[in-house]
């Protein structure tokens, strides 16, 4: 048994509120665990508006598939947020 997790940081400068903040992180977390059946909340930051932490985590039989499921989910956050990736933190277990 393999366990991925990521840690995602994401810079949005255009929010002005917490509730700006929630309604991107809600939609970005629904997208995720529907379209890739992973674990993924908002682990850090919570109280800063301009600054997303998201966890993800993940279980998988080999390495290759981890790293795979890594780089979609990176991918597809890259690709439907208008913000921007500033750090990604990888471990596989």
């Known amino acids: 048994m393999i366990v991925g997790k990521i840690k995602i940081k994401i810079h949005i400068p255009w929010s002005h509120s917490l509730k700006?903040?929630?309604?991107?992180?809600k939609s970005?977390?629904?997208?995720i665990r529907n379209r890739?059946?992973?674990s993924i909340a908002e682990v850090e930051?919570?109280?800063t508006h301009k600054i997303i932490v998201l966890g993800v985590s993940y279980v998988t039989t080999?390495?290759?598939q981890a790293d795979s499921i890594a780089d979609h989910v990176v991918n597809f956050i890259e690709s439907n947020t208008e913000g921007d990736i500033f750090n990604i933190e990888r471990e596989i277990v």
């Open 20 to 25: 700006e903040k929630r309604m991107v992180v």
């Open 45 to 47: 930051e919570q109280d």
């Open 36 to 38: 890739f059946n992973v």
């Open 28 to 31: 970005i977390c629904a997208k």
């Open 62 to 64: 080999d390495n290759a």
